[in-house]
């Protein structure tokens, strides 16, 4: 089967091509060199190319992705915009307002920033003067030219009616399809429902399987790792959509991050705190929990919130179903109980809701980047305040992601008051042995646990705090 997708409303069909060559590389090859390559792990920006995706509101929508995490199969069926493909006979709104604002200074990252600000233009709802860091929270300029950037997007009107790119949001949308491509001893599968990825597994044994690709195309471009089958689970059926129900809350494995923000926006804390310190906006586009969690990384920002909201992981076979706690799913370092056959099929949040939930982390930059500590807290309170469970997830601090299970154990039964936090503190002192290493030593680790809960405390009783 060939690889087949829109560019820059032009059908592109592709074979003879290593599926693990990068959509961003791939671009570069064909001569779309407005795309750059600055990175190559999502970090910059300057490789971001926008596609059709529906949102949650069922409505087709332009998003930014990283070309250079992404395998040029997983595009099979897509409809993507470079930033050649954004202006007609006249330069668009937002390269208008990077002239006029002085945006671009050497100019390397400007292609990247002109693709975040057009989907940011097309956004449903955008106001004009309005201004969302986010938007262009992905992209890097090093000649430290963000006021301008930041002038531009505030500068932008809203668009024309007869706009190109805004009529093309008012007509069908790309459809993940199945595909099976191969090329050389290399091969890509995408099913799209369990019952052929469990096919698939059977068949090969060792297949990588790859979900957003964040962290394993990675891998592809700074390791040159190599793997002879890729299964790809963005399009199984089963592992999309957001559930509520009177129990719980649902995520399946495979819902980009961006989605899980914008659905569950104001419902849990957690998360609103987590996603804006969780990589950028163009890596959550494509990540997904699931893979966050598999990929097992002790210093993965998930886990520990998701551990303070005393998560379960579903995970499937081709025979059976089983939740798994979260605490419980982590084996040793990148290691899970996940057996052959088996994948995580979504993640369940039991409800009530923590009464007390928030999210820290502890790391080098506020934004876009990795963790030394983070630490995802849940307490559940009774009328009279009396804590009847507690959560402390902790990442950075272990070999795996962890719970710190004395000290919740302290505080069960307690006022949540400088008293129990005392009581709570010797065992969290002596919870963890972290490690040293260039993001942070072992000494300033075992100091952030227990500084962390009692931040965490001290934010929950803000009046008690200024005493």
Same mark, same amino acid.
């Given at each position: ?5 829109? !560019? ?17 590389? @791939? ?17 910059? +920006?300057?490789?971001?190319?926008? $596609? ?55 100019? *390397? ?8 600000? @057009? ?8 106001? &004009?003067?309005?201004?969302? #860091? ?13 006021? #301008?950037?930041?002038?531009? !997007?505030?500068?932008? %009107? ?22 099976? *491509? ?8 995408? &099913? ?46 089963? !592992? ?41 906006? !163009?890596?959550?586009? =494509? ?14 920002? +998930? ?18 179903? =089983? ?35 928030? @999210? ?13 500590? /983070? ?18 997830? *902790? ?5 795996? %992601? ?9 505080? $069960? ?7 129990? $936090? ?8 002596? /919870? ?36």
């Amino acid at each position: 089967m060939t690889i087949r997708f829109r !560019l820059n409303q032009q059908e592109v069909v592709v074979n003879g091509v290593d599926p693990h060559t990068s959509l961003l590389h @791939f671009l570069r090859a064909q001569g779309h060199t407005g795309t750059k390559e600055g990175c190559a792990e999502g970090e910059c +920006g300057a490789c971001a190319v926008a $596609v059709v995706r529906q949102g949650p509101d069922g409505k087709p929508r332009y998003v930014p992705i990283n070309s250079c995490l992404v395998l040029l199969p997983a595009v099979h069926g897509a409809e993507l915009v470079t930033v050649e493909g954004i202006a007609g006979d006249e330069l668009h709104p937002v390269q208008d307002a990077m002239v006029a604002k002085g945006g671009s200074q050497c100019g *390397y990252c400007t292609p990247g920033f002109v693709v975040s600000l @057009f989907t940011e233009f097309y956004r449903e709802g955008r106001q &004009p003067g309005e201004v969302d #860091p986010e938007a262009i929270s992905g992209n890097l300029c090093r000649c430290t030219g963000y006021r #301008p950037i930041r002038e531009a !997007l505030a500068s932008l %009107p809203l668009p024309a009616k007869d706009d190109t790119h805004k009529v093309r949001l008012t007509q069908h949308q790309p459809v993940a399809t199945g595909l099976s *491509y191969e090329e050389g001893e290399v091969c890509f599968e995408r &099913p799209t429902n369990l019952e052929r990825l469990f096919t698939l597994l059977d068949r090969h044994p060792t297949a990588k399987l790859i979900a957003g690709g964040t962290d394993i195309v990675v891998e592809v471009n700074q390791r040159d790792s190599r793997w002879d089958v890729f299964v790809s689970l963005e399009a199984v059926a089963e !592992l999309r959509g957001i559930e509520e129900t009177p129990d719980h809350i649902r995520i399946g494995a495979g819902v980009p991050l961006s989605e899980v923000e914008e659905v569950l926006h104001g419902k849990i804390r957690i998360f609103d705190e987590l996603f804006p310190l969780f990589s950028s906006r !163009l890596i959550r586009n =494509r990540a997904t929990f699931g893979g966050n969690l598999v990929n097992g990384s002790p210093i993965g920002d +998930g886990a520990p919130a998701l551990l303070g909201l005393d998560a379960g992981v579903e995970v499937a076979s081709r025979d059976a179903e =089983r939740l798994v706690p979260l605490a419980d799913f982590f084996t040793g370092y990148r290691k899970t109980v996940l057996e052959h056959g088996e994948v995580v099929k979504g993640i369940r949040i039991p409800k009530p809701l923590p009464t007390l939930q928030r @999210f820290f982390k502890v790391s080098k930059r506020v934004m876009d980047d990795i963790s030394t500590v /983070a630490a995802g807290m849940g307490l559940w309170l009774d009328d009279h305040g009396v804590i009847t469970k507690a959560r402390l997830g *902790y990442g950075g601090v272990a070999a795996t %992601p962890v719970r710190a299970r004395a000290a919740e154990a302290a505080l $069960v039964g307690q006022v949540f008051d400088h008293a129990a $936090v005392a009581r709570a503190l010797p065992a969290l002192k002596q /919870a963890f042995t972290p490690i040293d290493d260039h993001r942070g030593s072992a000494a300033y680790r075992a100091a952030m646990v227990p500084r962390l809960f009692e931040k965490f405390e001290a934010e929950s009783h803000p009046a008690e705090a200024a005493e």
